[in-house]
Structures are given as structure tokens and as C-alpha cells.
């Protein structure tokens, strides 16, 4: 079956340490999307992209990094410039045409900052 | 810029009670507009859409009508279950105001009791 992964499910990372957020996606979508998800706050867009090799900040950029270089994957870096970076990250992609059209999410990644 | 609110949560309802979710939203095009279930420490499922005025999306019992007038999207459902304890995120989609990402309101926690 089609869909999205995302891994691992929980990570730890200690204060100064960069970590990679895995995002696959096997659905053909050309867009991808990454969301940061606090307690009260709703999702927050960080960083998306509409094509392989392209990309754009999202309300919350600072802190974080992406790559595009496959149409399935989509990986985000969370660096240490990120200065609170325990949340819950959903990744997700989108088919932007066509009558089935829709965001498609994966099961989330909690960071803890430890 | 384009946002949607939603009332605050969380809400606790006898089951077999009648829920409301109140949704209302700013927008500067014509929006898709979406209700979005989440399950604990799970992604998002799109639970139900519209994509134009007075257009009513329905899924599982829950429904939900566009409308313009009021720029509102509210969601019911007549008899509400244990299974339904979950977060209910509002969200649109507008080409004209947000690039067709999708704007999320802060999500409202519905806990369904036997």
C-alpha cells in the first residue's frame, strides 16, 4: 500500500547536536511538507517543497534544515540553532491535481531534547 | 493573512451526545476547506472536505457545510461514540492567500465518555 513514513518514531538528541527527520513517500506526490506540532499551538509549517530540488521556508524555518534531491523522500535536520526543539514533527505530501487531490500525513516523530 | 479559529477544547461529552465543533475562518481567495482527525500519538486523517460554498462534506456520521456568509465551517455529528475521543484540527486550503498550503487552527480535544 502507498503512504508515508516517517522514522524513527521517538528520537532523544542532547542540547548542541544536530538530527535528521526520515520522510519517504511512495505515493508519486511532487509536494512534500514538513509541520511542527506543540501542545495548544496546532501545526506549524517549517519548510516545504512543490519539486525535486526546490524548496521553501515555511512560519518556522529558523532552526532547520531540508534537502530535496528524490521526489520520495524529503528529510529534515533539526540543527542546533533550533533553540527549542522538542516537539512532534509530521511530515506530509500532497497530490495537487486530479479528482483524489489531498494531503497524505505520516505517523509523526517526537524529538526530545534531553 | 489567511487563518482559521476554532474553539478551544478540550470537550467532554457522554456518548451518544450531539457534538459541535465550531470553525470559522479569514481568507483572502475562495478556500478548500477540511476537517482533520488525529488519534493519539498518530499523524493526521482527513476526516472530511468542501471545496466550494454550500458544499457539505460528510464522513463516518460527521458533517460539515461551507458556508460563505459566515465564514464557517462547523463540525456535527448526532451521536457521538468512545472511538471519536480524539483532536479535531480545522484547516484551509487557498491558492490565493497561502500558495494552497494548508492553514491549520490550534485543534480541539474531544474525550468521549462511556
Known amino acids: 500500500d502507498g503512504g508515508i513514513t516517517q522514522s524513527p518514531k521517538y528520537l532523544f538528541r542532547k542540547e548542541g547536536q544536530n538530527v535528521t527527520l526520515s520522510c519517504e513517500q511512495n505515493?508519486?506526490?511532487?509536494?512534500m511538507y514538513w509541520y511542527r506540532q506543540d501542545p495548544g499551538q496546532g501545526l506549524r509549517l517549517i519548510y516545504y517543497s512543490q519539486i525535486v530540488n526546490d524548496f521553501q521556508k515555511g512560519d518556522i524555518a529558523e532552526g532547520y534544515s531540508v534537502s530535496r534531491e528524490k521526489k520520495e523522500s524529503f528529510p529534515l535536520t533539526v540543527t542546533s540553532a533550533q533553540k527549542n526543539p522538542t516537539a512532534f514533527y509530521l511530515c506530509?505530501?500532497?497530490?495537487?491535481?486530479?479528482?483524489?487531490?489531498?494531503?497524505?500525513f505520516g505517523s509523526g516523530t517526537r524529538l526530545t531534547v534531553v | 493573512g489567511d487563518s482559521v479559529t476554532q474553539m478551544e477544547g478540550p470537550v467532554t461529552l457522554s456518548e451518544e451526545a450531539f457534538l459541535t465543533i465550531n470553525c470559522t475562518y479569514t481568507a483572502t481567495g475562495y478556500p478548500s476547506l477540511f476537517w482533520y482527525v488525529q488519534y493519539p500519538g498518530e499523524g493526521l486523517q482527513l476526516l472530511l472536505k468542501?471545496?466550494?460554498?454550500?458544499d457539505k462534506g460528510s464522513n463516518k456520521g460527521f458533517e460539515a457545510t461551507y458556508r460563505k456568509e459566515t465564514t464557517s465551517f462547523h463540525l456535527e455529528k448526532g451521536s457521538v461514540q468512545v472511538s471519536d475521543s480524539a483532536v479535531y484540527f480545522c484547516a484551509l486550503e487557498d491558492y490565493g492567500g497561502s500558495q494552497g498550503n494548508l492553514i491549520f487552527g490550534k485543534g480541539t480535544k474531544l474525550s468521549v465518555k462511556p
Open positions: 505515493l508519486n506526490h511532487d509536494a
Open positions: 468542501a471545496t466550494k460554498a454550500d
Open positions: 506530509a505530501s500532497r497530490q495537487r491535481t486530479g479528482i483524489n487531490y489531498g494531503y497524505t
